[in-house]
């Protein structure tokens, strides 16, 4: 059973950074895409950036030039380099990694909360 385990959340002030990572444990991490998704209170899921087992990023518009997703498949680990944070970013973030083949097998951590506020 793939586990993945989020940190790095926490509190920040507006204009500040955070960096979350996930762990994918019990995989073979160079198989799946992975990606952050975000939900706010009684707000949807949302993507914020995925990254392909290729290497390939894509973004939400609303952190473009402010995010980085990044992958060492050699740690099993995914990251959220988060900069020019906003209170509109105050979310509970979540990892989720996806198996590239067979895009119905998909896996999702537990989430870290992540709070902009003065």
């Known amino acids: 059973q793939v586990q993945l385990v989020e940190s790095g959340g926490g509190l920040v002030q507006p204009g500040g950074s955070l960096r979350l990572s996930c762990i994918v444990s019990?995989?073979?991490?160079?198989?799946?895409?992975l990606a952050w998704y975000r939900q706010a209170p009684g707000k949807q899921r949302e993507l914020v950036a995925s990254i392909t087992i290729g290497g390939t990023t894509n973004y939400a518009d609303f952190v473009k030039g402010r995010f980085t997703i990044s992958r060492d498949n050699a740690q099993e680990a995914v990251y959220l380099q988060m900069n020019s944070l906003k209170p509109e970013d105050t979310s509970v973030y979540f990892c989720?990694?996806?198996?590239?083949?067979?895009?119905?097998?998909?896996?999702w951590g537990q989430g870290t909360q992540v709070t902009v506020s003065s």
């Open positions: 989720n990694a996806r198996l590239n083949w067979q895009r119905s097998i998909q896996y």
């Open positions: 019990r995989s073979s991490v160079r198989m799946y895409d």
